[in-house]
C-alpha cells in the first residue's frame, strides 16, 4: 500500500514538472539567440585529429611584421627566419581578403586615403585576430579559402609543396582534389608544429590594432618596419602598384598613416621600429639589435649568412633574382643592401620628388630623413641620406 501512494506521488510530480517544460517551450520556443557575424576569413570547422592547439608544446616564439608596400618587408622577414633554424613564415595572410587595403581598429583604409567604418562591433580586431591565432596555433583547418591561397601565391614555408600540389589555386579545392586539400593542411602543421619561431608578415594593419593584438596573444614580439617613403613611392610606381589618384594625395595618404604608426610604435617600448636604410647601411649592428630584441640568437653561421645576403656582386645578383622568380612572388634574393637601398634617388623624377618631400615632411624629420635640395644633392649618392651633417 505504501509502495503504491509512493508512485502515485512521484507520478504528480513528474507531471508537473512536464507542464512547467511545456509552458516554458510555449513562451520562449521562438525566441532567437543573438549571435555575432560571422568571420568571412575563418571557417567555422573542427580540427581534424592532427590539428591542435600548442598545448603541451614549448612556448613558441611570436613574431608580427607590420610594414608597408615595397618597404623591404620580404627582405626583412628572410632575415628574421635565419634567427632560428625551425622558424614558420607566413606571408601576407590577409592579401586576399582586403588585398591592398589596411585594416584598422576603426575600420578599412585604402591608399587612395579612403576609409570605411567596421561592419560590426570590434570587426577588425576579431577577424584579424582569428586569422593570426590560428596560424600561431598551426590550426591551419580554421583558416579560410582567402587566407591559405597566401601559402600558394608567396614564398611562405611550404610554399613548393603546395604550389606543387596546387591545393588552394581556387575556391572549388573541394571538387578539384579533396584529397591534396589535406595532404597541405597536414604538411603546414607539420612544419608549423615542429617550429619554435612562427613569424606572420603583413602590409594590412596598423600599429594600434597590432598592439591590441599583442594584449591577446601572449609571446608576441611586434616589429614596425618603415622606409624613406620617397623610396616606397617609386617602387611602387616601377611595380605598377599605385593608385590613379595624384602623387600628392598617394604620398600624404602613406606618411599620415607611417606618422601615425610611428607614433604609437614610439609610445611602446615592447614594439621595435626598424628603419629599412638603417639595416640596408650596416646590416651585421642591426639585425643584431634586432635579434636580441626578438629573443633570436645572432650566431656565427647567421652573421655569416647576412654577410652574403647582404653584399654580393651585381652579377650574382642578377643571376639570383631570375631564379627567384621560379619561387613565388615577391622570393627574396641575395643583394647587396646599401646599394639597392638607394637606387631611387638615380631615377625619381625631380618634380615627383618634391611632391612627395612636401607632403611628408613631418615623417621624414622624426626617421632622421634628408629633406634634398635641388636635383644635384638628390642624385649625388655620396651624400646619405641618413647622414645629418649640413642640415640647417
Not at 101 to 128: A, D, M
Not at 284 to 302: E, G, M, P, S
Request: glycine share 4%.
Amino acid at each position: 500500500m505504501t509502495g503504491g501512494k509512493g508512485i502515485f506521488k512521484y507520478l504528480k510530480v513528474l507531471t508537473f514538472t512536464s507542464m512547467l517544460f511545456l509552458l516554458y517551450i510555449l513562451c520562449f520556443g521562438n525566441l532567437e539567440v543573438k549571435r555575432e557575424p560571422r568571420n568571412p576569413a575563418v571557417r567555422s570547422t573542427t580540427p581534424r585529429s592532427y590539428v591542435s592547439t600548442n598545448n603541451g608544446r614549448h612556448r613558441v616564439r611570436k613574431i608580427l611584421v607590420v610594414a608597408y608596400q615595397r618597404s623591404g618587408s620580404t627582405f626583412t622577414s628572410e632575415i628574421l627566419q635565419h634567427g632560428d633554424t625551425t622558424a614558420f613564415f607566413s606571408m601576407e595572410p590577409l592579401w586576399q581578403t582586403y588585398r591592398t587595403c589596411q585594416r584598422h581598429v576603426n575600420g578599412i583604409c585604402c591608399p587612395n586615403n579612403t576609409c570605411r567604418s567596421p561592419l560590426y562591433h570590434k570587426e577588425e580586431i576579431n577577424n584579424t585576430l582569428s586569422v593570426f591565432r590560428a596560424i600561431y596555433s598551426c590550426n591551419f583547418e580554421a583558416l579560410s579559402y582567402e587566407v591559405l591561397k597566401s601559402f600558394a601565391t608567396f614564398a611562405s614555408t611550404g610554399h613548393e609543396y603546395v604550389k606543387k600540389l596546387k591545393c588552394f589555386n581556387n575556391e572549388h579545392w573541394k571538387e578539384q582534389g579533396f584529397s591534396s586539400y589535406y595532404d597541405c593542411i597536414e604538411n603546414l602543421t607539420r612544419l608549423c608544429k615542429s617550429s619554435s619561431t612562427i613569424i606572420i608578415k603583413t602590409i594590412r594593419i596598423d600599429i594600434r590594432l597590432a598592439n591590441m593584438l599583442r594584449t591577446l596573444l601572449d609571446n608576441l614580439y611586434i616589429v614596425h618596419l618603415v622606409r624613406d617613403p620617397r623610396a616606397i613611392l617609386h617602387s611602387r610606381t616601377k611595380a605598377g602598384t599605385i593608385t590613379r589618384d595624384s602623387m600628392d594625395k598617394q604620398s600624404k595618404a602613406l606618411c599620415s598613416m607611417m606618422y601615425k604608426n610611428f607614433e604609437d610604435a614610439s609610445q611602446d617600448e615592447d614594439i621595435y621600429t626598424l628603419l629599412y636604410e638603417q639595416l640596408a647601411l650596416k646590416p651585421q649592428k642591426v639585425v643584431k639589435q634586432l635579434y636580441k630584441f626578438c629573443d633570436l640568437n645572432f650566431t656565427t653561421n647567421a652573421s655569416e649568412w647576412l654577410q652574403s645576403f647582404t653584399n654580393i656582386s651585381w652579377e650574382s645578383m642578377l643571376q639570383q633574382r631570375f631564379l627567384a622568380k621560379h619561387h613565388g612572388v615577391f622570393s627574396p634574393y641575395p643583394k647587396r643592401s646599401f646599394e639597392v637601398s638607394r637606387k631611387w634617388r638615380k631615377t625619381i623624377f625631380v618634380k615627383v620628388n618634391e611632391i612627395i618631400q612636401n607632403s611628408c615632411n613631418a615623417i621624414l624629420g622624426v626617421l632622421g630623413l634628408r629633406v634634398f635640395k635641388g636635383v644635384k644633392e638628390l642624385r649625388n649618392l655620396s651624400i646619405n641620406v641618413l647622414d645629418a651633417m649640413d642640415r640647417e
